[in-house]
């Protein structure tokens, strides 16, 4: 059972173009992250919201933690080529197990 | 540069065969973290070594066995290798021993079974 689903899978957008990625989840989570990972290289961590209801703005990528920490979106705005990637949501369950979970990941395509 | 270093990058073996993969964590960090990476099933978690210790276990195989040395670094090793095994491995370390989320992660190594 994937606990952290993320929609879409795959993404290819025009440069210029907005995009939103979810992450959604029956469960409550303490903290959520979220990663970019490019072809042969580790994922690399944009971001991390904890508190519900949280916006956090990184230049074109804005974030967003819902408000009964289950769910969040990765808003961004402009797309360029170097935003092309693998985007991984990622989370410390709220049971008090420290489990931490990724998601099923999107993969966005930006074309010039 | 996250700080993480992972040996080898890419490794080709036969069915049977057995691996050993490694991994130094950022300097300071005392938890590392392995994960399993394929096309089918994502990320996948598979152990957590903090300061030594077994720290938490995922959806490791018995074949599979990793330990953390006491200069932090960890080999992951993988024995009666099979066609499935084929994947990237990643390492990541964090600071602590609880899981605040925030991993950093090495570039991989990348595993082919054939």
């Known amino acids: 059972t994937q606990l952290l689903e993320q929609s879409p899978q795959f993404l290819s957008i025009q440069e210029g173009e907005n995009l939103t990625v979810y992450c959604n989840s029956s469960?409550?989570?303490?903290?959520l992250q979220w990663y970019r990972q490019e072809p042969g290289e580790g994922p690399v961590l944009l971001v991390t919201v904890v508190t519900g209801g949280e916006v956090k703005k990184l230049k074109r990528l804005t974030f967003q933690f819902g408000d009964a920490r289950k769910d969040s979106s990765l808003h961004i705005t402009a797309a360029q080529p170097g935003d092309t990637g693998l985007y991984l949501c990622?989370?410390?369950?709220?049971?008090?197990?420290?489990?931490?979970?990724f998601g099923t990941g999107t993969r966005l395509k930006v074309l010039a | 540069d996250s700080g993480v270093t992972q040996t080898p990058k890419h490794l080709i073996t036969a069915t049977g065969q057995r691996v050993t993969l490694r991994c130094s964590p950022r300097s300071g960090d005392l938890s590392v973290y392995w994960y399993q990476q394929s096309l089918d099933q994502g990320l996948q978690f598979l152990i957590q070594y903090y300061n030594g210790e077994e720290r938490a276990k995922g959806n490791i195989l018995e074949r599979f066995s990793a330990q953390q040395f006491p200069d932090l670094h960890s080999e992951l090793n993988l024995s009666s290798l099979e066609l499935g095994d084929s994947a990237l491995y990643f390492c990541?370390?964090?600071?602590?021993?609880?899981?605040?989320?925030?991993?950093?992660f090495g570039e991989g190594s990348r595993l082919t079974v054939l």
């Open positions: 990622a989370g410390v369950l709220a049971s008090g197990t420290y489990k931490y979970i």
């Open positions: 990541a370390s964090s600071p602590g021993a609880e899981h605040t989320g925030e991993l950093f």
């Open positions: 469960s409550v989570f303490s903290s």
